[in-house]
């Protein structure tokens, strides 16, 4: 982890976030339907 500045590491970090957290309301919703 070397060169990498700070910003661009916490935005991978939110898009994974978001990532797992769409994948979690696709899931439940294909549970409710």
């Known amino acids: 982890m070397k060169g990498l500045p ?3 590491i916490d935005v991978r ?3 994974l976030k978001e ?3 769409l994948k979690q ?4 919703h ?3 339907l």
């Open 25 to 28: 309301t696709l899931f439940s």
């Open 30 to 32: 294909s549970f409710i």
């Open 19 to 21: 990532e797992i957290v």
């Open 13 to 15: 970090e939110l898009e």
């Open 6 to 8: 700070l910003e661009e």
